[in-house]
């Protein structure tokens, strides 16, 4: 099923489905960060104020990782940096940026960092599961042929919908960081640190799939990503549960 990635058009400028899908996700990330910051006892408006900060940056950091990526491309085709209308944003960018920002963020507003991350981190998941669905209908980040009952017709041949699988991997890490993991923490920077090892390992697998990598060298860049944080989550994770369990005899 083919959908016109242009949704409507206003004063002659299109808007793109994949826009409104981003757009979508960024509210419903901030509304659900608003109540895990309220829970947690922080100032009112504190997401507010974050995400203005965090979704600018976020999607600079998302297109620089893209961009980066694929230099051979835009080195070539300079004017194009700046194209974003038809995709060309990388998650891992944006979510590298988030966290920078978060940092700073929090040492501005004397914020315990991995609090603030813990209560961001959830709809982050769920606005990435959102966002895929832009992909469907951009007709991109799909994978390699396969024969199986749900695979996809991209331009005549049965494929992967690997957009499909890090959507259901991306709502299902928020439901359960949303809806168990949040009511039952053990230490600030749970959340966050589960996202990691959850997230890294699933889009390690999907990746595998995809046909439309970014590549350093032979090496698929969001694989390498996704090793690197699936190890730091895990170092992390065990670390302060340790610390955790110390505080606690």
Known sequence: MNINPIAFTIFNIDVHWYGILIAIGAFLAIYFAGKLAKREGLYNDVMIDFAFFAVIFGVIGARLYYVIFNWDYYSKYPAQIFNTRNGGLAIYGGIIAGIIVGYIFSKVKKI???????CVIPGVSLAQGIGRWGNFINVEAYGRPTDLPW????????????????????????????????????FNGQLFM????????????IEGLRTDSLYLGPIRVSQLVSLIILAIGLAAYIYFYKKEGKINK
């Not at 315990?112 to 813990?118: G, K, Q, R, S, V």
């Not at 041949?157 to 259901?168: A, R």
């Not at 709502?171 to 960081?177: E, T």
């Not at 990691?196 to 889009?203: A, D, V």
């Open 151 to 186: 695979a996809i017709t991209v331009n005549g041949q049965k494929v992967h919908p690997t957009f499909l699988y890090e959507s259901i991997l991306d709502i299902g890490i928020f439901l359960l960081l949303y809806f168990y993991l949040s009511k039952h923490k053990k």
């Open 194 to 205: 589960t996202y990691f090892i959850l997230y890294g390992l699933g889009r390690f697998l």
């Open 112 to 118: 315990d960092f991995f609090t603030l991350a813990d």
